[in-house]
């Protein structure tokens, strides 16, 4: 069999073609010495055959026009700039990351594959507000027709503990985004994931503490009361308790105010102090009394951490309630059977023991013509002195018998410089606002009467 020949011109080309491509490949080497490897990117950006400064401008003019991607779903639904998002890089330790990891004796490999090189730490400058901003915004436009997350919940509802199961929303959270936004940036990444960022409930029926809530409200549901108030007892119910307690997220308090409030309604309907009450007197039968400092209300300060501790405790009470003031009588009396009256209009006083009229006086009261009337009002003697100096803006009068009544210095006293009592002579020689009594007479009242004696005077 005879062999093939090559020609001349064919044996040229088979050594030809061998030094051709081995100077192409120093050729390659050489011009990718100082330059970035074919098929070079950074952040999507291509940067192959530039060197290092060419890079860097070429880096410097797109990044900020590099997209961020936010998908949901599979799906992107929005992009934005690095501009946008206030994002810059420092491509100077990029660059020389990126070109340490290259060798230009490799430079015909990537002109199929992508040279790759690992980026330890992130080389973000982000700007905090631009990206509060972005997200804010953002947040505002995707969420308008997206549902709100909500927690789960325990109420009181028609004397029943409501259980009601958290929702989970897909709004998105402007923290959140702004965090995962962050996060993408800081790791390189360009794609954000949505859903990552809904605003999750923060309260749900199967976390522990929910499930203690639960137990313990179950506990507190069925608690009521007694408080006996004078002759009364007050029933609180179950859902007048219900009402004091609120309840936050996976906590529960027993509200001060709102017992103070259902207190309030109860002073309305049985205290006596600041109100005006129908007294039968003695010349003139029933008159309406204004409101003295005489007077008993319930001592919210003292009843209140009572309840609040029973009710915390799971704990039903009954009780007498707490009062502060004058005048609270088991038997539902308030002034009682035994005071002193002070007639105005007939000038005259009346002291009453156990319900009889031990003596009596006509008096002299202080001078309305001279703005210096008597006040009306249930009163009682808070003190008893001997031998007091009386004193005014004009005045200081010694007095044998003093027994103030009310808080702005009116008292029964007596006034041996008075010429006559009764009648109308107050009108004319009435007192600075003092009920004057005849010495002998208050001398015997004086002795009669003890501290905390109510006075009624109209």
């Known amino acids: 069999m005879r062999t093939k020949q090559l020609n001349r011109s064919e044996k040229i080309w088979l050594w030809l073609i061998p030094i051709l491509l081995v100077i192409v490949y120093f050729g390659g080497v050489i011009h990718y010495q100082h330059r970035f490897l074919p098929k070079s990117e950074v952040f999507g950006i ?5 060197t290092s400064s060419q890079a860097s401008t070429i ?4 990044i900020k026009t590099t997209k961020y991607s936010f998908s949901e779903n599979n799906k992107t639904i929005l992009t934005a700039t690095g501009a946008q998002l206030g994002i810059n890089r420092n491509f100077g330790s990029i660059l020389t990351h990126l070109q340490n990891g290259q060798s230009a004796w490799s430079w ?3 002109l199929f594959t992508k040279p790759t090189a690992s980026l330890n730490k992130s080389t973000a400058i982000i700007n905090t507000t631009t990206l509060k901003q972005f997200s804010i915004s953002t947040a505002a436009k995707l969420n308008q027709n997206r ?20 929702v989970n929303g897909n709004q998105i959270s402007a923290t959140k985004l702004a965090s995962a936004i962050n996060h993408s940036v800081l790791n390189n990444q360009n794609t954000v994931s949505v859903k990552k960022t809904y605003d999750t409930p923060q309260v749900t029926t199967s976390m522990k503490e929910f499930k203690q809530l639960k137990n313990k409200l179950t506990k507190l549901s069925n608690v009521s009361g007694t408080l006996k108030i004078q002759q009364h007892n007050v029933k609180i119910s179950k859902s ?23 207190l309030d309604k109860l002073d309305d309907k049985y205290a006596t102090y600041k109100k005006t009450r129908q007294f039968k007197s003695t010349a003139r039968g029933t008159v309406s009394v204004p409101a003295g400092i005489y007077g008993w209300s319930i ?3 003292k009843e209140i951490p009572v309840l609040v501790k029973a009710v ?13 003031g004058t005048g609270y009588h088991e038997d539902g009396t308030d002034i009682g059977k035994t005071y002193v009256e002070v007639d105005k209009q007939n000038q005259m006083e009346y002291y009453y023991k156990d319900g009889k009229l031990v003596m009596s006086s006509a008096v002299v009261t202080g001078n309305p013509n001279k703005g210096h009337e008597t006040p009306s009002g249930v009163f009682d003697i808070w003190s008893k002195q001997r031998n007091a100096t009386l004193r005014g803006e004009n005045y200081a009068t010694k007095v044998s018998y003093w027994m103030p009544v009310d808080d702005t210095g009116v008292g029964l006293h007596d006034s041996p410089w008075q010429p006559q009592y009764g009648g109308d002579w107050y009108l004319s020689h009435g007192s600075h606002g003092c009920v004057n009594n005849p010495p002998a007479f208050v001398a015997k009242l004086y002795a009669a009467v003890s501290v905390g004696t109510p006075v009624i005077i109209f």
């Open 108 to 110: 015909p490999i990537h």
């Open 299 to 301: 001592n919210q300060t």
């Open 147 to 166: 549902h709100a997350s909500h927690d789960a919940t325990l109420a009181f509802k028609n004397g029943k503990l409501v259980t009601t199961k958290e």
């Open 312 to 324: 915390k405790e799971g704990n039903n009470f009954n009780k007498t309630v707490i009062t502060k």
């Open 240 to 262: 007048e308790v219900q009402s004091w307690i609120e309840i936050k997220d996976t906590s529960m308090s027993v509200s001060a105010a709102k017992v103070g409030k259902t």
């Open 46 to 50: 291509k940067i192959a055959g530039k």
């Open 59 to 62: 880096l410097s003019k797109n």
